[in-house]
């Protein structure tokens, strides 16, 4: 039993740290933020998740923003962002804090 509850643990390690690998480095600066025009909230406890630039493979793609519900009380959205690194940029995504 604890054998396999130990083998389980390293297999999510191993899936964490390949994801964490698997970083996609764009070499072509991202454009410009898109401007977006908010559309009313659908309900009070709505927030607005601001849209980003993807990269599709060949090019950069807009992903546009929505309104969501935070997972729970008090969160609050960090949005997607794109960093330079030595190889080029990398999307970081965006999440609840």
Do not use: C
């Not at 609050?76 to 690194?85: E, F, I, T």
Request: no cysteine; glycine share 6%.
């Amino acid at each position: 039993m604890v054998l396999k509850r130990l083998m389980e643990l390293i297999f999510v390690g191993a899936l964490a740290f390949s994801a964490a690998a698997a970083d996609i480095v764009v070499r072509i600066a991202p454009p410009r933020v898109v401007i977006e025009r908010r559309p009313p909230p659908p309900s009070r406890d709505q927030v607005w998740v601001s849209g980003y630039h993807r990269w599709d493979g060949n090019a950069y793609a807009w992903t546009p923003g929505r309104w969501e519900k935070p997972p729970r009380p008090h969160a609050h959205w960090v949005a997607h962002r794109w960093v330079h690194r030595r190889e080029g940029w990398v999307l970081v995504e965006g999440h609840w804090r």
